[in-house]
């Protein structure tokens, strides 16, 4: 080699690592000086998310935006190798300017005179959505290659992805690809179809112009560009592509998912730092509880709200909560959360009576007690209906939710006994300044809200064990209860089975559960609270304002909504336990003869004190003659009615029983042939009347 030739190679490559150096050295002096607008962290959407991760409600930026924090992991890996294949084919390679592309771009617009491919790379779209400007030149393209370089410095490959995902412009106010699916197939992004993955890849290039709601026919061609891409990069076969093609785009955008209003908000109010918030919601539970509570609340009328809480008895944590029938709804005053007011439980605390009746030892299943008017140092409960059905057992008289006999239980269990085990259970009933329990509580004299109701029969559905609920909207966890013991064991298990023999409403969906209604006074809120083995349901009717609503009821519009919302739930349903050892269920005649009827603890068990008269048939009269079409036979049945008596009353027409117990004072009788008959029926004392007829 020539020393000439020698020399200016040397000085050649020696000006090359000058000018190399300098322009490293410049690059990091501007590094330095004018670092890349790159938060640690994005601002986005606040979420609210359910047990399993699913999104609740998403609350739009400060600036209005729907942007909800994306992470690659969060989204189909066939829309990521579609994205970048179409976007950045060399993203995992550069540094963040396409040299390749860049030079390819140029070259096709000298050749056409016009843009026909861009060079932009992803680490360069994401400069652009970091730091928009208003104007497209020289400049700002080469500021992006410079912002580009600055972020590749920064961040690794996968956090440009991740904020690209989140910020990525999809048409309005949606940003990210998570919001965009949302939008627009209603779903998150984790599992999309070809087309829709297309679609998504498209969009942000010309997010207004190619919105599918706005322009159905421009996304349609936006995406089968990108279709064919996909081809002619072999990320596709054709009849994929094809099939693809056939898809319509979506027309409308939906709304985001907005569950759980109450619960949301509260999260937000309870913990404001926190940028996702997890609740112990399931979604599925959740969608099944609002949809029913809407429904209902329309067939109801005008005004009428319901609220409903599902529980696992097990856990204590809240599945599904339901605030009102419909959150915005401004003359069913929506934004209030009927879960936590505090109203008049009506008879739905009777269980809890009962069931301090069976630990004592003072009754049995089968145990007779009085229906009668009574007068309790001058209370005079009276039943619903405002009538009495005299001697009952214990089992029909919950099951009927008969005030009187509940009264006379509690005035031997003591109201403060009762209050002092809802507090054990962690539930503290409202009642007014100064006041102490009094026996008007077992009729609903005392405030509770629905989700204390739903914790009280947490220790029915647990075997007498509360458990303190809990929905995640907490400042703090709430602490487990010391003792929780609301029943004992036997006694819990004696009430469930009760309850599990109450009638379901007519047209309920079948469902083994067992449950109590309640009505306030004055038909001012409708309670049924029922439960399995495994979840408890609670739902209130009724006006927001306390407003009476006429034949308003729970077992009539509070007990369908429960096993419309069981059902609807999607929960399986779990078979109540099997009775304890030591729990007593014998027939009336096997009981010991302190349970044969219900005696006060201060009273020794006697005969029964009889007070009515005796019975008398007052039709049809004795010695009458009664022309009931025998002869010709057109029979028809006669009537049958007595005054007197203590009920229930059984009825003989020649000393063969007419029909089972009768607890009103008519029955009817169709005689099988003419002639003489004698009619009798005897009482709950064993004291008869008879009278003798001649039929024709």
Do not use: C
């Not at 048939?617 to 004795?622: A, E, K, L, S, Y």
């Amino acid at each position: 080699m020539r020393p000439k030739t020698f020399r200016w190679i040397a000085i050649s490559a020696a000006s090359l690592a000058a000018l190399t150096t300098v322009s490293v050295g410049g690059f990091f002096a501007l590094d330095a000086a004018y670092p890349p607008p790159l938060p640690e962290k994005t601002s986005t959407s606040r979420e609210v998310v359910d047990r399993d991760g699913q999104l609740l409600r998403a609350f739009a930026t400060p600036d209005g935006r729907w942007r909800l924090n994306t992470t690659v992991e969060q989204v189909d890996p066939q829309f990521v190798d579609m994205l970048v294949a179409y976007e950045d084919k060399r993203f995992w390679n550069h540094s963040g300017v396409d040299v390749i592309a860049l030079l390819r771009a140029a070259g096709q617009f000298a050749g056409n005179g016009r843009i026909v491919s861009g060079g932009s790379t992803l680490s360069m779209q994401l400069a652009r959505l970091i730091e928009p400007r208003a104007n497209r030149s020289l400049f700002t393209k080469a500021r992006q290659m410079f912002r580009a370089l600055q972020i590749e410095r920064r961040l690794a490959k996968r956090d440009i992805l991740d904020r690209y995902l989140t910020l990525a412009p999809y048409g309005g106010n949606l940003e990210g690809v998570r919001a965009a699916s949302l939008a627009y197939f209603g779903k998150e992004p984790k599992r999309l179809t070809v087309s829709e993955s297309a679609l998504l890849v498209a969009l942000p290039q010309l997010p207004e112009r190619r919105r599918p709601d706005r322009n159905a026919e421009g996304a349609s061609k936006a995406r089968d560009r990108v279709l064919d891409r996909m081809v002619h990069a072999g990320n596709l076969s054709e009849r994929e592509a094809a099939r693809a093609a056939l898809e319509t785009v979506p027309s409308y955008r939906l709304a985001l998912p907005s569950l759980a209003p109450h619960a949301t908000e509260a999260a937000l109010r309870n913990r404001p730092e926190a940028e996702t918030h997890q609740l112990t919601l399931k979604k599925s539970v959740q969608q099944g509880l609002e949809a029913v509570a809407r429904e209902a609340a329309t067939k109801l009328g005008h005004r009428i709200s319901v609220a409903m809480v599902l529980a696992d008895a097990r856990t204590g944590e809240i599945l599904g909560a339901v605030g009102s029938a419909n959150f915005f709804d401004a003359s069913r005053s929506g934004w209030i959360d009927m879960t936590r007011i505090s109203r008049s439980p009506g008879s739905t605390l009777k269980p809890f009576i009962y069931g301090l009746g069976f630990e004592q030892g003072l009754i049995a299943q089968e145990t007779m007690i009085e229906d009668r008017p009574t007068d309790f140092s001058g209370y005079r409960p009276k039943n619903f209906d405002m009538g009495y059905q005299g001697d009952v057992t214990i089992r029909q008289a919950l099951q009927l939710s008969l005030n009187v006999p509940a009264i006379r239980l509690l005035d031997a269990v003591g109201p403060a006994r009762l209050t002092a085990r809802f507090r054990q259970a962690g539930v503290t009933p409202s009642l007014p300044p100064g006041e102490t329990p009094g026996l008007a509580i077992g009729l609903g004299g005392v405030g509770l809200t629905l989700r204390d109701l739903v914790q009280l029969y947490t220790g029915l559905a647990n075997g007498g064990t509360a458990k303190a609920l809990r929905d995640g909207t907490e400042a703090e966890t709430p602490q487990s209860l010391a003792n929780g013991i609301v029943l004992e064991q036997q006694a819990a298990w004696q009430v469930s089975d009760i309850l599990l023999g109450v009638r379901p409403p007519d047209g309920a969906p079948a469902r083994a559960i067992a449950y109590k209604t309640g009505t306030s006074y004055g038909y001012r809120d409708a309670w049924s609270v029922g439960y399995d083995g495994r979840y408890v349901l609670g739902v209130w009717a009724g006006r927001a304002d306390s407003g009476a609503v006429p034949g308003l009821s729970g077992y009539v519009s509070a007990a369908p909504i429960l096993f419309e919302g069981f059902v609807r739930s999607g929960l399986p349903s779990i078979a109540l336990p099997r009775a304890p050892a030591g729990a007593l269920h014998t027939a009336r005649n096997q009981l010991p003869v302190t349970l044969t009827r219900f005696t006060p603890p201060n009273q020794l068990p006697t005969v029964a004190s009889v007070t009515e008269p005796a019975p008398q048939i007052v039709f049809p009269p004795n010695g009458s003659r009664i022309d009931l079409g025998v002869s010709i036979q057109e029979t028809s049945p006669l009537v049958l009615k007595l005054q007197g008596g203590r009920a229930p009353f059984r009825w003989l027409a020649n000393g063969k029983a007419l029909t089972g117990v009768e607890r009103r004072r008519e029955a009817t009788w169709l005689p099988d042939s003419a002639g003489q008959s004698t009619l009798t029926v005897i009482d709950a004392a064993g004291r008869s009347a008879s009278v003798s007829i001649f039929v024709e």
